[in-house]
Every structure is written in structure tokens, then in C-alpha cells.
């Protein structure tokens, strides 16, 4: 059975820092690209970053670009996101998912087939 875990959410401040890891058991996790969405309140669940199988390349969203880093270690079976100069609209739920297609992560959900609970952050200014 697929889990993905999210943790690490919590209260931050503006212009502050938090870190999410996800920890990701049952699958072969090389074998995936791995991404961040988040969910605002009354929002669609929208894309934040993404990193292939390989940890090579990443792409961002361009709300969170030179803010947020994503990093995956394949022999732990975990990625993170680092979250950097916070921002009140940052304010979301978070959650990390798995892709098996395509050479890069994808930015539209409906690609990824797994998915975590989510972790809440929220922001305050």
C-alpha cells in the first residue's frame, strides 16, 4: 500500500521559514517524480514545485520561485520543501504527490496517481 506523509506544517511568520518533508513508502520511489500543491482557502488545489526522478531538475510555480526549494533524497524515500520569506497568501493546505509519467514533474494534478493527507501552513503577517 502507497503512503505519502506529509509533515512539518504548522504557523510561521511573514518573512520567516518552515520546511515540509514527505515520506513516502510501498512504491519505488526513483521510479516517480515527485511534486508540492497546495489548496487555499475557498482555492484550487494549485501547483508549487516539482522535481524528477532523479532530482535533477525542478520546476516552480512562479508565486513561489526563489523562495521554495525542493529537494528529494532517494535513498531515504522522503522530499522536502523549504520555504523561504513567507508570505500571508502562502497560507494553505500541502500536499506532496507522486507521477509516474513523463520525463520532468508535471505541474497539473491529475498526473500525479498519489497523493498525501496534507499539512496545513499558515502565515501570519
Known amino acids: 500500500q502507497v503512503q505519502l506523509v506529509e509533515a512539518g506544517g504548522g504557523l510561521g511568520q511573514a518573512g520567516g521559514s518552515l520546511r515540509l518533508s514527505c515520506a513516502a513508502s510501498g512504491l519505488t520511489f526513483s521510479m516517480y517524480n515527485m511534486g508540492w500543491f497546495r489548496q487555499g482557502p475557498g482555492k484550487v488545489r494549485e501547483f508549487v514545485a516539482t522535481i524528477n526522478r532523479g532530482g535533477i531538475i525542478s520546476n516552480y510555480a512562479d508565486s513561489v520561485k526563489g523562495r521554495f526549494t525542493i529537494s528529494r533524497d532517494n535513498a531515504k524515500n522522503t522530499v522536502d520543501l523549504q520555504m523561504n520569506s513567507l508570505k500571508p497568501e502562502d497560507t494553505a493546505v500541502y500536499y506532496c504527490?507522486?507521477?509516474?509519467?513523463?520525463?520532468?514533474?508535471?505541474?497539473?494534478?491529475?498526473?500525479?496517481?498519489?497523493w498525501g493527507q496534507g499539512t496545513q501552513v499558515t502565515v501570519s503577517s
Open positions: 504527490a507522486a507521477s509516474d509519467s513523463g520525463v520532468y514533474g508535471s505541474r497539473v494534478p491529475r498526473d500525479y496517481i498519489f
